[in-house]
């Protein structure tokens, strides 16, 4: 684990930080997105940009994004016109997840955009100072974007705010400023929103899903600048921000609004998710696999894997079929779950963990998405159903495979900790205030975490603002767990207060915080296996606390490897 662990640290330190060539390869990105050219070769450059955009953290990362009012007339070719309803090209290679992709799309101009986004937050940010400030991710992208027939907003969509350029002292501030203009817009604040402070965001929580607001998730990281922000989501679509003066789309994002598909990479695979996966996959936005094949034989034992996935689960559908429930259509009678449960074993691997399995969660959604009812998956079978269904607690798959599970899972921790005779005060997974924001981030913060015999000290050494002893130490009382492969971990706590809250811009730092984040909802993982009737001694605990690394963003590991795609593909 000590070994892993300063690998990411040496690959993020010495991420690739010189500007030689960087104008070149910001143009060819641009080029190949404006021209709407794109290939294999135009994929490899968009995501080298993407990737150098995210570690450089140079000071000219504008000319990596396009900006949509100044690059509006080159992109779409309407210099006038307030938006654009676009034939979207059918790209070659091999499609998932792409059954509600839309033909067609309309794209919203500067103007229109602001007044989208505008009705989209309900004014709450009309008083806001923006800068340093940027939206971005699925919000930016449903003002931006829409179908021709219908300018609805998505239901459900969180407003996502970041912070960049600043020290977390600087970052403080600015999230109070972001909370003193929320406060001052939204009339009668407090009967609208509480104050939700967990492990990774501040979230403006709406008191009422029916009040017409949004919640609002300011992300505890200090960001470099705005490429950095958006180089930071997974799908390429979601790559979209605003300061409302303007919007920026990285290139890979234009690619994706202008085709309906996201790449598939080893960097989406690594850092993406199922829910994500099947979220954007009901908005419109497909996978796309793309493989470097003279002959096309490999692409066609590509595509005939595929086919046997989808007729593997069909056979099994079917067997699964109960005919003798009075009005309940046979196809209907099958639980989600104990498919879901049947498609895990047979793929023998976590499904974003190699090709074959990843075939078989596509075939699950393109099952689902047959049986349709007012063009909506019944139920969301797999996303909704099975999604309440955990995983065999035998297996080393953590199910938590987003920050919402993590934090669910530390609440989990923090209801649990009187269980496990735990003497330390204040374990909480979330902090809830009314109308206020001081006394909810001076008050410590405290979760749960198990590590490897020896690893804090470790820790203490590399990252000591983030993992010193005032920060990190042993619980009081606790005992060693002792899991499958026979290590031994100690329970700890890890306390965050005031400016310490904030992901550090130092990126030794950094990468020492998001291990331990990641290993907060590893521990309650274990909790919760725990519950559901499992031994200590069962849990690989180990072998998920490297998942979570390897699930860790470090851009240098995810540069374009075709090596590496080819032993996914292999798998």
């Given amino acids: 684990m000590e070994a892993e662990i300063k690998a990411q640290i040496t690959d993020a330190t010495h991420a690739r930080g010189d500007t030689a060539g960087l104008a070149q390869l910001a143009s060819v990105a ?75 799309l309309r794209i919203f101009g500067k103007k229109m955009f602001q007044v989208r986004f505008t009705r989209y937050t309900k004014g709450v940010f009309r008083l806001l100072d923006w800068s ?43 999230l109070a400023a972001i909370f003193s203009a929320v406060d001052e817009a939204v009339q009668g ?4 929103y509480k104050i939700v402070l967990s492990s990774g965001v501040v979230t403006f929580m709406p008191h009422s899903e029916h009040s017409g607001y949004r919640a609002i998730q300011v992300i505890l990281r200090c960001y470099h600048n705005v490429a950095e922000i958006l ?3 997974d799908q390429d679509q979601c790559a979209v921000g605003t300061n409302f003066v303007d919007a920026w789309l990285e290139p890979r994002a234009v690619r994706a609004i202008k085709i309906g598909y996201m790449i598939l990479t080893t960097n989406l695979m690594y850092c993406t998710t199922i829910r994500r996966l099947f979220k954007y996959g009901m908005r419109g936005y497909g996978v796309l696999l793309r493989v470097p094949d003279q002959d096309g034989t490999f692409v066609r034992q590509l595509a005939s894997r595929f086919s046997d996935a989808f007729h593997r689960v069909g056979q099994e559908m079917r067997k699964r079929q109960n005919a003798d429930v009075p009005h309940i259509p046979p196809h209907r009678s099958i ?18 963990e190699g090709y074959s399995a990843f075939c078989m969660l596509a075939a699950l959604w393109e099952h689902d998405c047959a049986w349709t009812r007012d063009e909506v998956p019944i139920g969301y079978t797999f996303f909704e159903d099975a999604k309440g269904n955990p995983l065999d607690y035998e297996t080393r798959e953590m199910s938590m495979d987003s920050n919402i599970e993590c934090e669910y899972a530390i609440r989990d921790a923090a209801q649990l900790s009187d269980e496990f005779s735990l003497s330390e005060e204040g374990i909480r997974y979330e902090r809830v205030k009314r109308g206020t924001l001081h006394s909810l981030l001076d008050e410590p913060f405290k979760v749960l975490i198990y590590l490897p015999y020896g690893l804090d000290e470790l820790l203490r050494t590399l990252a000591p603002a983030t993992a010193g002893r005032d920060a990190l130490a042993p619980v009081s009382m606790g005992s060693p767990m002792i899991d499958i492969d026979g290590v031994a971990h100690i329970l700890h706590v890890w306390k965050r207060q005031g400016d310490t809250i904030w992901a550090p811009l130092n990126a030794q730092e950094r990468i020492v915080h998001n291990f331990l984040k990641g ?3 590893a521990t309650t993982w274990s909790f919760s296996r725990v519950c559901f009737g499992s031994d200590w001694p069962t849990l690989g605990y180990t072998e998920v606390l490297k998942l979570v690394l390897k699930r860790m963003r470090v851009y240098k590991q995810l540069l374009v490897n075709t090596a590496q795609l080819q032993r996914w593909m292999d798998l």
Avoid: M
Wanted: a negative charge; hydrophobic letters at 45%.
């Fill in 189 to 192: 604040f407090d009967r609208v």
């Fill in 231 to 233: 180089a930071a989501f």
């Fill in 30 to 104: 641009l080029t190949a997105a404006r021209t709407g050219r794109f290939d294999q070769s135009t994929d490899a450059a968009l995501e080298e940009a993407h990737l150098v955009a995210a570690t450089t953290h140079t000071s000219s990362w504008f000319s990596f994004l396009f900006e949509l009012g100044k690059d509006w007339p080159s992109l779409f070719a309407a210099e006038t016109h307030p938006f654009v309803d676009f034939e979207r090209s059918d790209p070659i290679g091999i499609k998932f997840f792409d059954q509600k992709r839309a033909p067609t």
């Fill in 335 to 352: 639980r989600a779950k104990d498919l879901v449960a049947w498609a895990r074993i047979k793929a023998e691997r976590p499904f974003l």
């Fill in 519 to 521: 290993a907060a909802g």
């Fill in 132 to 174: 340093n400030v940027c939206v971005a991710g699925g919000a930016v992208l449903a003002c931006l974007t829409c179908a021709p027939q219908d300018e609805a907003f998505f239901a459900g969509n969180d407003i996502d705010v970041f912070l960049y350029g600043l020290s977390p002292e600087q970052s403080s501030a600015k």
